[in-house]
């Protein structure tokens, strides 16, 4: 403990005087690390997160730049738990493209992305650049894929007060799948494709976005009668500026077949500004529905139906510095989880969070 004490301190004093660097003309490096610590009751949360990146931009000519984006975060030790020890931290390549800049307002761009579907699909990682002490969807992908690799069309156009970006994305991912319960499923995202539309305003931000894609699992005891997954994605997210208010929702839906559950999400926050200080009011909620399991062998015991999570949370932002900002919040959970051939099942969770965000 008084290791992870004297490391957060002198975490802070240094990043006190930490800003974004230019190193040269052309190279401009940046960085953010985030702690947070816990106190809940609910089972399997760390009582102490630290995660942080860096982020490097190279120009290499008037019209064509590289970024690269790395992630570190605490990954398992040997029992397969989670641990903050830096012997088990992971490294994770977030982003790594080149773009290339056409006339027009066009940009080319090619390389290695996150889902472009959401809002905070360039910042989730980044604890500084949002209000809340976590953000309100827990995960920014779907069963176990957020980032991809291929191309990007991007198109910046303004009409009367309004600025618009059209995306298009198109590519594969490689990542391992994951679902709730079973066996570890294996395959290739294919044929993904993203359009997204965002515009901006005086008054508000919107942001639409569509995201669709195709796989075929792989597993080794072949209990998948119909391996063939297809996936689709709605995120529709915006702000709403009133003087010092700021409203924020979001609704997020996937569908899938086969195996997967599909989801929706839902959140909307009110937060006001008062000089350094944000206190806000975060709603969010989870709706999970679970498939028979005819598809994938012998039923269980007692198959899931449904799970519904929601939270309120009530917090404060305190910026401290240009680059660095405090938070504190209080979240009630209710978990209710429902069964075809059982009981529902119902939770409560309290948590009292702290987190440090800094950016540098």
Not at 29 to 45: H, M, P, Q, S
Not at 49 to 56: N, T, V, Y
Not at 160 to 169: I, V
Not at 171 to 178: H, P, T, Y
Request: a negative charge; one cysteine or more.
């Amino acid at each position: 403990m008084n290791i992870v004490i004297t490391s957060l301190f002198l975490f802070f004093i240094s990043s006190i005087s930490l800003n974004a660097e230019q190193l040269t003309d052309t190279f401009r490096l940046d960085g953010y690390a985030n702690i947070k610590t816990y106190i809940t009751d609910k089972e399997r949360v760390d009582d102490l997160q630290i995660s942080g990146g860096l982020q490097g931009r190279y120009q290499i000519t008037d019209s064509i730049s590289a970024t690269g984006q790395l992630h570190f975060k605490e990954g398992k030790n040997d029992s397969d738990e989670h641990s903050n020890s830096l012997n088990n931290y992971e490294t994770e390549l977030k982003w790594l493209y080149i773009d290339y800049y056409l006339q027009e307002d066009i940009t080319l761009r090619v390389g290695a992305f996150q889902f472009p579907v959401f809002k905070s699909s360039e910042t989730g990682d980044i604890g500084y650049t949002y209000t809340w002490t976590e953000t309100p969807l827990s995960f920014y992908g779907v069963f176990g894929c957020d980032d991809f690799e291929g191309g990007e069309i991007l198109k910046n156009f303004s009409y009367n007060d309004f600025d618009f970006l059209a995306q298009f994305s198109f590519g594969k991912s490689e990542n391992e799948l994951s679902k709730e319960s079973g066996p570890t499923l294996k395959g290739d995202v294919n044929n993904l494709i993203g359009l997204t539309l965002k515009t901006s305003h005086d008054l508000f931000m919107l942001n639409i976005g569509y995201l669709e894609a195709s796989t075929t699992l792989q597993t080794t005891d072949n209990i998948i009668k119909d391996s063939h997954v297809d996936f689709n994605m709605y995120a529709i997210e915006s702000e709403i500026y009133l003087d010092e208010y700021t409203i924020k929702s979001g609704f997020i839906k996937t569908e899938l077949t086969n195996v997967f559950a599909e989801d929706f999400n839902y959140y909307s926050s009110l937060e006001y500004n008062y000089n350094d200080f944000t206190p806000y009011f975060l709603y969010s909620q989870e709706n999970i529905l679970f498939k028979k399991s005819d598809n994938a062998g012998p039923p269980s015991l007692s198959q899931r139906e449904k799970q519904n999570i929601e939270k309120y949370s009530i917090g404060l932002r305190y910026d401290y510095d240009v680059n660095i900002v405090f938070k504190v919040a209080y979240t009630d959970e209710f978990e209710t989880l429902e069964y075809y051939d059982a009981d529902s099942q119902n939770k409560s969770h309290d948590t009292y969070t702290w987190t440090m965000n800094v950016i540098f």
